[in-house]
């Protein structure tokens, strides 16, 4: 299996950023994708997740409103749309997957992860 992500990069504060995740060599019947990200100094936490239907789908507090996290209609990807950034948006991005339609905010039950990839917002 392999996750990875694009997108990344330098924005001012209010602008927008478009992440892509992209997953390959595993059928993709049933699982759910989810976006976690971790400034320096800081623990990985939860952003965004989606079922691959988009059926159920959660956000943290901190992003609603701003992110939406949907699938790119007949692709293997899963994308992260970020609107009104703020600098402490500030962070490494990581798209995970997991085998189930459940969706979780809990990092350990994502079974395969990307490289990641940074979003630095200045203000």
């Known amino acids: 299996v392999r996750v990875a992500e694009s997108g990344g990069g330098l924005v001012q504060a209010g602008g927008s950023l478009r992440l892509s995740c992209e997953v390959s060599?595993?059928?993709?019947?049933?699982?759910?994708a989810a976006w976690f990200r971790q400034a320096p100094g800081k623990d990985r936490e939860f952003v965004a997740a989606?079922?691959?239907?988009?059926?159920?789908?959660m956000y943290a507090d901190s992003v609603k409103g701003r992110f939406t996290i949907s699938r790119d209609i007949g692709s293997n990807t899963m994308s992260l749309q970020m609107n009104s950034l703020k600098p402490e948006d500030t962070a490494v991005y990581y798209c995970?997957?997991?085998?189930?339609?459940?969706?979780?905010?809990?990092?350990?039950?994502?079974?395969?992860w990307g490289q990641g990839t940074q979003v630095t917002v200045s203000s």
């Open positions: 989606s079922d691959w239907i988009s059926a159920n789908q």
């Open positions: 060599g595993r059928t993709f019947a049933t699982y759910a």
């Open positions: 995970a997957i997991r085998t189930g339609i459940d969706v979780t905010t809990t990092p350990a039950q994502y079974e395969d």
